[in-house]
């Protein structure tokens, strides 16, 4: 299985990012899904990634604070506003893959940083890696 694009890729190569939120799902003091959504923000505009199976969804959606009934199980926004070589700087290429197992979403941006987000489609979790 090859990934499927859902959602158009907003136009946002080339241009500086300004914000990065990730939501994140914890289980008791795990974290189990280290970045269920993503949200980019480029022109003042939010853009929301994420994944489900072997799908890539891309949405025009700005971040808002998740809300829980539980602690046990509950989801959390991460403000990654300050995280080093990628806001403030310009996104140069993205690249995306899958097979059966894993599909991903390579950034790279001006600053030689390069942000991987790899989707788990057998267990439905999505990890980062910079």
């Not at 971040?63 to 080093?84: A, G, K, Q, T, Y």
């Not at 993205?94 to 097979?99: L, R």
Request: charged share 20%; hydrophobic share 35%.
């Amino acid at each position: 299985m090859e990934y499927q694009l859902s959602g158009d890729e907003p136009n946002i190569i080339g241009k500086t990012c300004g914000g990065l939120y990730l939501i994140q799902q914890q289980k008791g003091e795990s974290i189990t899904d280290p970045a269920n959504t993503i949200y980019l923000k480029f022109d003042s505009i939010w853009s929301k990634l994420c994944f489900d199976g072997g799908t890539i969804f891309w949405r025009n959606e700005a971040p808002s604070e998740p809300v829980n009934d539980n602690i046990d199980v509950c989801l959390v926004l991460l403000n990654l506003c300050e995280l080093d070589g990628v806001v403030g700087s310009k996104l140069m290429e993205i690249q995306y893959s899958g097979n059966d197992e894993l599909i991903s979403s390579v950034f790279y941006f001006s600053s030689g940083k390069k942000l991987t987000f790899a989707h788990n489609c057998y267990d439905d979790f999505t990890s980062i890696n910079s």
